[in-house]
């Protein structure tokens, strides 16, 4: 099984950044995809972002591209996202996600985090 934790959410002005990181625990996270999806007010769940077990095959949605960057540690079993340039329609809340499929979708994923406010304001 695994568990995860997201941390680093927040409040911050359009055009600045922030890193989520999430921490994981359980021997087998190498052994996962890894995602990151995010919840706006009132709406659905969305994916995000997702890397691989190796870190070398990555996704991202249509609208993080050039902006945000996956990353993981397997060595401490840590995932991040790091977002640049923010605009006030990323505010929602982030979460991390572990499955076995390379997918989109949050059914895919067995594992989530609580997750992590990012508030960006205007």
């Known amino acids: 099984q695994v568990q995860l934790v997201e941390s680093g959410g927040g409040l911050v002005q359009a055009g600045g950044s922030l890193r989520l990181s999430c921490a994981t625990s359980?021997?087998?996270?190498?052994?996962?995809?890894t995602a990151w999806f995010r919840q706006p007010p009132g709406k659905e769940r969305v994916f995000v972002a997702r890397?691989?077990?190796?870190?070398?095959?990555?996704a991202y949605a249509d609208f993080v591209k050039g902006r945000f960057t996956i990353s993981r540690d397997n060595a401490n079993n840590t995932v991040y996202l790091q977002m640049n340039s923010l605009k006030p329609e990323d505010t929602g809340v982030y979460y991390c996600?572990?499955?076995?499929?390379?997918?989109?979708?949050?059914?895919?994923?067995?594992?989530w985090g609580q997750g992590t406010q990012v508030t960006v304001s205007s």
């Open positions: 359980g021997r087998t996270f190498s052994e996962y995809r």
């Open positions: 996600a572990a499955g076995r499929s390379a997918s989109s979708r949050t059914g895919d994923y067995d594992y």
């Open positions: 890397i691989s077990m190796s870190g070398y095959s990555i």
